[in-house]
């Protein structure tokens, strides 16, 4: 694949690397110097690429999506932070017939893990005496809180909880990437977590998410969707 890379920062440089050992090549690096292009001036500097892999800044997004649009390159979308835009997305991509594939978090850990929540959500719900709750840390150059993916697991348990569920963020040091989900009664907690070790697993999982986007003529896909296509391919192997 001809990789265009949007952002050249801590993710950007990890996906060049990975994208390199599996034979890729990166054509195209938009930094904060391209941040005064307009969605056209971007979509011209694209032409050429495959895929394009967004890891920049949240207020960047929506004319990212643009010019991955107008250039008729598919876009794997990786920045958080622009959640309550994602209407917005979906109409550019539709109006231009984009695509796209965006997740908060591309690690399939934290994938798996969102099943896992999901399920204890569902089993712990019917005892009233449980409440939920989020905690999150991350390195101290995170710019949004809380994390894409403390929202998006937010998400998951709220049908089973109408009240605000609180989340808790710690930006310190250097820590890739850490999410708790606890659910509290009178006496007892249950605690479940997931921990990055490294940014490799996000990397890697952008890379497969390009991989399968480019075959892709249009269409807005959660990297999730992708995780339970292989749960069910691994699951019909075995
Ligand atoms: N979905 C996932 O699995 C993950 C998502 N992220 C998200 O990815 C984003 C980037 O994270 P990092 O690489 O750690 O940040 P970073 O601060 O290291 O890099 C950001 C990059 O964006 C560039 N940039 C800034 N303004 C820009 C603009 N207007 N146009 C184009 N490029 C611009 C900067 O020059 C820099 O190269 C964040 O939103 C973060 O939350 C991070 C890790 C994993
Ligand atoms: O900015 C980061 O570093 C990360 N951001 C994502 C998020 O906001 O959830 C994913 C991961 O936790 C690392």
């Known amino acids: 694949m001809k990789i265009g890379l949007i952002g050249y920062g801590r993710m950007g440089r990890l996906v060049e690397a990975r994208a390199q050992a599996r034979g890729h090549q990166t054509v195209v690096i938009a930094t904060s110097r391209d941040a005064e292009r307009t969605a056209e001036e971007l979509a011209g500097r694209l032409q050429g690429c495959s895929v394009a892999v967004d890891f920049s800044v949240a207020h960047a997004v929506l004319r990212n999506i643009e010019a991955c649009a107008r250039a008729r390159v598919p876009l794997v979308e990786g920045t958080t932070g622009w959640n309550e835009r994602l209407p917005q997305a979906q109409a ?12 908060a978090n591309f690690s399939i850990g934290a994938n798996l893990f969102y099943r896992i929540v999901a399920h204890a959500a569902k089993l712990i719900a019917p005892f009233s005496d449980y409440a939920p709750f989020i905690e999150e840390a991350h390195h101290a150059g995170k710019r949004d809180a809380p994390s894409g993916t403390a929202l998006k697991l937010r998400a998951l348990l709220a049908p089973h909880w109408p009240a605000e569920i609180s989340i808790a963020a710690t930006r310190a040091g250097h820590i890739p990437g850490t999410h708790r989900v606890g659910f509290d009664s009178t006496d007892d907690q249950i605690l479940l977590q997931h921990e ?40 019909k192997r075995s």
Request: aromatic share 10%; proline share 0%.
């Open 92 to 103: 550019i991509l539709d109006e231009r017939g984009g695509a796209m594939v965006y997740g």
């Open 196 to 235: 990055a070790r490294t940014r490799e697993g996000f990397a890697a999982g952008a890379l497969l998410a390009a991989e399968w986007i480019v075959t892709k003529q249009g269409g807005c896909y959660e990297f999730s969707e992708l995780i339970d296509r292989i749960i069910e391919e691994r699951g």
